[in-house]
């Protein structure tokens, strides 16, 4: 049996949101995927901070399947 994890990634459109888990799930590499709205990113940028509205994909999958 192999090891599972969670895979924490953002990002800005709600599309791309659904779009990346759809395909994630679609394709085998993940066996959900949770989709959470409402994140704000507080990070540097070229020097700067930078603070964005972004979502959250919660990535539900094998360490195996982590390359693909």
Do not use: F, H
Not at 58 to 65: D, F, M, N, P, S
Request: hydrophobic residues 50%; aromatic residues 2%; proline residues 3%.
């Amino acid at each position: 049996m192999s090891e599972r994890v969670v895979v924490l990634s953002t990002v800005a459109r709600a599309e791309d949101a659904e779009r990346i888990a759809a395909a994630l799930v679609e394709r085998g590499l993940a066996a959900c995927v949770n989709v959470v709205p409402g994140v704000v990113s507080v990070y540097r940028w070229k020097g700067a901070v930078q603070r964005e509205k972004e979502l959250l994909l919660v990535i539900k999958t094998r360490a195996e399947r982590l390359p693909e």
